[in-house]
């Protein structure tokens, strides 16, 4: 993840400290939302944890070295999913660019680099050519991300997607869905590492849930 090490120092080893006294301050409605119906990214087994992102948005790009390290730390009970946010024509192109990546298993190739051609430097990545120049220098196949770029399945990731931030009610990224139940940003929780603390806590909610 070389492009954040610019980021604040030791992000990446923090982690997110969690108490008692700590999920008292979490309040429904001020620091998470319960969705109207449950959504789900995926069919994974596990509570499911999706972040919801773009990447050319600077906010997802300096939350990405928190989650980063929130994942090194998280149980192996948690599903976590990415969630491209096709919002708007630009970000589904991003979003099928991700998931093109995704079916050639070579998204820790491109994760970084879209994040800093994106968010860090306005790059114009418009247009499936654009874009599939820009993966082959990272040692993607030119051809063979077109196919999956223009294919049936990125087409319907990029239509779940789309259901599953309606279904949320996602008005912007990042945005972490927890469970398919409940909503938390850093925006809402005042934070990035207090976001991932509200994830942590709807967690232990899930868990708790599970043992009754």
């Given amino acids: 993840m070389g492009i954040f090490r610019h980021l604040t120092t030791g992000v990446i080893a923090a982690t997110i400290a969690f ?33 919801v992102f773009w990447y050319g948005c600077g906010y997802c790009l300096e939350f990405e070295p928190h989650v980063q390290a929130w994942k090194e730390n998280m149980g192996e009970d948690i599903n976590f999913v990415y969630l491209p946010a096709p919002m708007n024509r630009a970000a589904t192109e991003h979003a099928k660019a991700f998931y093109a990546v995704e079916a050639l298993d070579a998204r820790e190739k491109t994760h970084d680099a879209f994040y800093q051609a994106l968010a860090a430097e306005r790059q114009d990545l418009s247009s499936a050519s654009d874009l599939a120049d820009f993966v082959a220098e990272y040692g993607v196949d030119r ?22 931030l309606r279904g949320a009610q996602v008005r912007g990224t990042p945005t972490v869905l927890v469970a398919g139940k409940y909503r938390t940003s850093p925006s809402m929780a005042g934070g990035y590492e207090e976001a991932l603390a509200v994830v942590d806590y709807l967690v232990e909610k899930e868990r708790g849930k599970g043992a009754q």
Avoid: C
């Avoid at 994974?44 to 999706?50: C, D, L």
């Avoid at 051809?143 to 997607?161: C, D, H, I, S, Y």
């Fill in 19 to 51: 108490s008692a006294s700590a999920q008292d301050q979490w309040e429904e409605g001020k620091h998470y939302q319960r969705l109207p119906s449950e959504v789900s990214a995926s069919s994974a087994e596990g509570i499911e944890v999706a972040e």
């Fill in 143 to 164: 051809e063979a991300f077109l196919k999956a770029f223009n294919g049936f399945g990125v087409k319907a990731q990029t239509q779940r997607a789309m259901s599953v």
